[in-house]
């Protein structure tokens, strides 16, 4: 099989990096480092402003509906598949650096430095903010929708999200940690290094896990539709690390997919299947079958590095977009 953008999709003009990519329906919505979202739909798209200044995060509203994004103007702004965008909440000078959000509990978390402002289902302004001892790296929410986990300077903390008072539990592990991935059932925890390579604590007993050897950052986390694979962008293939079983990687090899010359800067399991979307340094993108290894070539080369990767709920197209303003929606059959 071969499925390419230009025979089995469309090619986009972005005209700016894309930061995030997410589906609402049958529609596509590219979050823009200049501040615009870009609605991308069957027959026609449109360009919304949504922030003054650049989009650095982004997340599905809890409805499903809309899309958050956070920006450099300290605004969340939420925007519609038909083009209404209106602003969710306004933080202040700071950067909204990180942004999450779940379905089940309706709660939505914003970063901004140190602080994580907690909104819970339908309200507009924070209930709480959490402190953390450093600026926030990253953030994930649990599968429920009820724990927070964000990576900082020395670690990681996990809090109940809705629970004001709660301290959280935090796990040590010296150095700058970024990215971060809480496994769907809430057993691990993962987080990319500012030294490269990844820690990762089993959450019941804070067990370590080491999973070390990138040449590069880790930047994107992917878990498969089981929650029993993680993969990992950082090198010059998709490291998927297994977490089945009760010390999830530990003592295992990864299995290393999509091997080239250019790192993998984003990966995107199916949400269906086991197949792994990867996006790469020089803008390609791959997708690979987990079974067989088998490869199909999306796309190729490109002018900047793919940073954004995302299926449509029944996984039968995948968007891309890349930091130089190229994207493209890819039928998958």
């Not at 003009?13 to 979202?37: N, P, Q, R, Y």
């Not at 109940?160 to 592990?173: H, Q």
């Not at 700058?176 to 059932?185: C, E, K, T, V």
């Not at 992917?222 to 490291?239: E, I, P, Y």
Request: net charge neutral; charged share 20%; hydrophobic share 40%.
């Amino acid at each position: 099989m071969t499925v390419r953008v230009y025979t089995d999709g469309r090619r986009l003009a972005l005209k700016e990096g894309a930061t995030a990519a997410a589906w609402i329906g049958g529609d596509c919505l590219f979050a823009l480092g200049d501040g615009s979202v870009l609605i991308q739909g069957a027959e026609s798209a449109q360009r919304i402003e949504a922030h003054q200044g650049a989009i650095l995060c982004a997340a599905l509203h809890p409805d499903g509906k809309s899309l958050l994004t956070g920006g450099d103007d300290g605004r969340i702004a939420r925007t519609t598949a038909n083009g209404e965008t209106e602003i969710f909440s306004a933080l202040g000078r700071k950067w909204v650096d990180h942004i999450a959000a779940s379905s089940v509990t309706g709660v939505v978390v914003a970063a901004q430095g140190k602080e994580a402002a907690v909104f819970p289902a339908k309200a507009r302004e924070p209930a709480h903010r959490f402190v953390y001892p450093s600026s926030i790296g990253g953030f994930a929410l649990d599968a429920k929708g009820r724990r927070l986990a964000a990576s900082h300077y020395g670690g990681a903390t996990i809090r109940y999200v809705l629970a004001a008072e709660d301290s959280g539990v935090k796990f040590n592990w010296a150095g700058s940690h970024l990215a971060i991935a809480l496994s769907p059932d809430a057993e691990f925890v993962v987080t990319g290094m500012q030294e490269t390579g990844l820690h990762g604590w089993r959450i019941a007993d804070k067990l370590d896990l080491r999973m070390e050897g990138y040449p590069s950052k880790t930047r994107s986390f992917s878990w498969d539709r089981r929650g029993k694979w993680l993969a990992t962008s950082g090198a010059h293939c998709a490291v998927v690390w297994p977490f089945s079983g009760k010390v999830g990687p530990q003592g295992k090899s990864p299995a290393l997919l999509g091997e080239r010359q250019a790192l993998v800067t984003c990966v995107a399991f199916h949400p269906r299947e086991e197949w792994l979307a990867m996006g790469y340094a020089d803008g390609a993108v791959r997708l690979e079958r987990m079974a067989d290894n088998f490869i199909s070539e999306i796309d190729e080369p490109g002018e900047g590095p793919v940073t954004a990767l995302a299926w449509n709920a029944d996984g039968s197209k995948l968007a891309i977009g890349d930091a130089a303003g190229r994207g493209g929606i890819v039928s998958i059959s």
